[in-house]
């Protein structure tokens, strides 16, 4: 007889979620899986086939490297035929940095990749995790009526929000309700139901599955501030080991105007190197037309991200520089909506 149940492959990464008091220091540690699924028998309940694969060594994912995206990439390449969604337990420091980097490695995903983790361990009464893991077992495995995948994107699910991945960052660093996509509403929301919103859920364009290992991690970031240093902005737009730098300006683009951080702008871009102006608003986009100080950099050759989040930047940038020597291709590519990432 076949087996038509819906299968989802659990991938334990570390993170709070699958921690438990060291008992010596009282500090938080990671422990091992086997435990982590003992203490949520109700994922037996599903009519699902749940498989997992643990991560050696767990991480806090303070701790997570550009390498451990490629291996997760890797492991959801060889394992993308054998299973109808995959999930993702991941620490929420860096969660949306790593959901926004795999959305660009995974091109043209058919499948859900759901990243997920909690505030307070699996193991306390009051736990978030519980419900973030098992909603999000859900939404791996849910199908359409064709039997398609209902969300074949790369997404954060947390406490009751669903979001696309590459639009998602941290804003709170204790609550429950700690991630939010300012700039695009949630993917779904669960309460008694779990009610997607499909009219901005991506669907695969027929492409081939195809997955991306090479990242070029040569990128700064700078943010902008009153009282910034021509020392700092030298050493961050020039330094020589940097292909691109990520410029966090006020507003809508805007950075100071004093003709010392212009040239410094104009010295980095002759360079060849790569400017991407993003907003350190959590709402609204970039918009380098609308005040002097956004113009001159504009003028100066500066990239505008229109609404894009840093942390989705940052592996839009390992994406595309691993992709390609050429910068001109490269800011192109920053310029394009890849898979979500940005409104158009
Ligand atoms: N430091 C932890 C981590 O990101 C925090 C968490 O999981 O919430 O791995």
């Known amino acids: 007889m076949s087996d038509t149940k819906s299968s989802v492959l659990l991938i334990y990464t570390g993170g709070t979620i699958g921690m438990k008091e060291d008992p010596v220091d009282q500090t938080l540690r990671p422990f091992d899986f086997g435990s982590l699924m003992e203490e949520v028998p ?28 490629q291996q997760l990439a890797v492991l959801i390449r060889d394992n993308y035929d054998a299973y109808d969604g995959f999930v993702v337990l991941h620490g929420t420091d860096t969660m949306a940095y ?9 091109e043209n995903l058919g499948k859900p990749v759901i990243f997920t983790g909690s505030q307070l361990p699996i193991g306390r009464p009051r736990t978030d995790g519980k419900e973030n893991l098992i909603s999000s077992v859900e939404i791996a495995g849910a199908k359409r009526p064709d ?24 804003v709170d660093a204790a609550g429950f309700d700690a991630f939010r996509s300012p700039n695009l509403p949630p993917l779904a929301e669960a309460g008694i139901d779990i009610r997607y919103n499909n009219d901005i859920i991506r669907r695969p364009s027929g492409g081939k599955f195809k997955v991306h290992l090479d990242l070029d991690t040569r990128v700064s970031i700078l943010k902008v501030h009153p009282g910034i240093t021509r020392q700092v902005v030298e050493d961050i737009l020039l330094g020589s080991l940097t292909r691109a730098v990520i410029i966090e300006t006020f507003g809508c683009g805007n950075a100071p105007s004093r003709d010392w951080f212009l040239d410094i ?10 400017l991407l102006n993003v907003t350190q608003c959590l709402r609204g986009s970039v918009n380098m037309g609308l005040y002097a100080t956004g113009r001159a950099l504009k ?16 592996g839009k940038l390992f994406f595309l520089m691993g992709n390609s020597n050429d910068n001109e291709t490269v800011k192109a590519g920053l310029e394009t909506d890849l898979c979500g990432e940005m409104s158009k």
């Open 98 to 106: 790593s959901a926004s980097a795999i959305s660009f490695m995974l």
């Open 265 to 274: 702008v104009k010295e980095s871009v002759s360079r060849g190197k790569v």
């Open 299 to 314: 003028d100066a050759g500066v990239v505008g991200g229109g609404d894009i989040t840093t942390e989705s930047a940052l």
């Open 147 to 170: 039997g398609s995948p209902l969300v074949p994107e790369v997404c954060i699910y947390f406490n009751s929000l669903l979001l696309r991945g590459n639009r998602s960052t941290k």
């Open 42 to 69: 109700e994922l037996h309940k599903f009519a699902l086939r749940i498989d997992s694969y643990t991560f050696d060594p767990l991480i806090d994912s303070s701790d997570i490297e550009p390498s451990m995206w």
